[in-house]
């Protein structure tokens, strides 16, 4: 979110918040609930489509929603960078503890209790006798590196909550990133970014040609290496005021359905969406640079950006609210009639979504602003 973010100097102490001195893109704060929304899908995409099979042919739409957390990744170099870029110009043990304190206290709250209540679904189905599978997946060594969120760096990415494995890949960016805003603040030529993000998204493509059948590395950390780098670069073109006259409000609606498009497509003839990835990173940049357009409008508007505040509850309470689901929803409902089907996918809605608002409003509100008000760092 581009929203109440501290700004830090170089010697560590606390200058007013993003607000005073960035204003708040808006667009930006309105796609992480596409994007988020897109993950949800992709994961719910059996159970919709086993519930309305008229709903298949969305299904390679729907397999292409991996690509949710590709945007979140851009997008969440170009904020921080957008934010913090100019505030290191050293790096001091003060400043930079206190830029990962104010980090933790966006992330780790939901993270903790979201890992908690998992903990506790799988405590009781083991102490009433239930299978909890795969078992390695639910391992106290697992359970270790959640805590730590080093979970995606192990190899053990898909363990409990499994979309915190991308936490884990944003908190190994997080620890490098002061450093990287060093080398941000020195650049100011846009030619040089756009050239640094292109080599950047070209060097992970050869990677993943290089290796097919798996990378020798922790994959996440690839991912958001390179994509989040791309988003810090993009912040640096787009403060560099690339293209003033071009057709924004045009370039952002094209490359965001286009990507979209593109992706489905991909995952149509079984090839990974992956490659769509270059069009959020052009959509992004778009959104930015526009000053108005139906797209800009529509994800600046108050519910948006309020779905958008909210979309990390979402993104890591859906995969809990699916495992209970599964557990409570009975299988005849595959065999129902339409109605009984329809009302089940409703009921699945509101319960995602009340799950999210209600983590957002009751854990992750209070959690951050109590962390941000301690000292802690400073």
Known sequence: MTRGMDILSHSGRALPTARATRPSIDALTGIRAVAAGWVVLFHFRTELVGLLPGLSPLMPFASAGRLGVDLFFILSGFILAYNYADSFRSVRLGGYLRFLWLRLARIYPVHLFTLGVLVAIVCAARLAGLPVNPPEMYSPGTLVANVLMVNAWAGMDLSWNYPAWSISAEWFAYLLFPFAALALARTRSTRVALAGAVAA??????????????????????????????????????????????????????????????????????????????????????????????????????????????????????????????????????????????????????????????????????????????????
């Open 201 to 378: 998204l070209a060097a992970m493509y050869a990677v993943f040609v290089a290796f097919p059948g798996g990378w020798p590395f922790p994959a996440p950390l690839v991912r958001i290496g390179v994509e989040f780098a791309v988003g810090c670069l993009l912040c640096v073109v787009y403060r560099g005021g690339l293209g003033r006259t071009w057709p924004w409000p045009a370039i952002a609606s094209g490359a965001l359905v286009g990507s979209m498009v593109l992706g489905t497509w991909l995952e149509s003839v079984g090839l990974p969406a992956i490659w769509a990835v270059p069009g959020l990173a052009v959509a992004i940049l778009a959104l930015a640079r526009a000053e108005g357009g139906v797209l800009r409008r529509w994800l600046s508007s108050g519910h948006m950006v309020f779905l958008g505040q909210a979309s990390y509850a979402l993104y890591m309470t859906h995969a809990i609210c699916q495992l209970v689901l599964a557990h409570v929803v009975p299988a005849a409902a595959l065999d129902a009639g339409l109605t009984v089907r329809l009302g089940v996918v409703a009921g699945y809605a509101v319960v995602v979504t009340a799950a999210a608002v209600a983590v957002f409003r009751f854990v992750e509100e209070p959690a951050r602003r109590w962390m941000r008000r301690q000292k802690w760092g400073r």
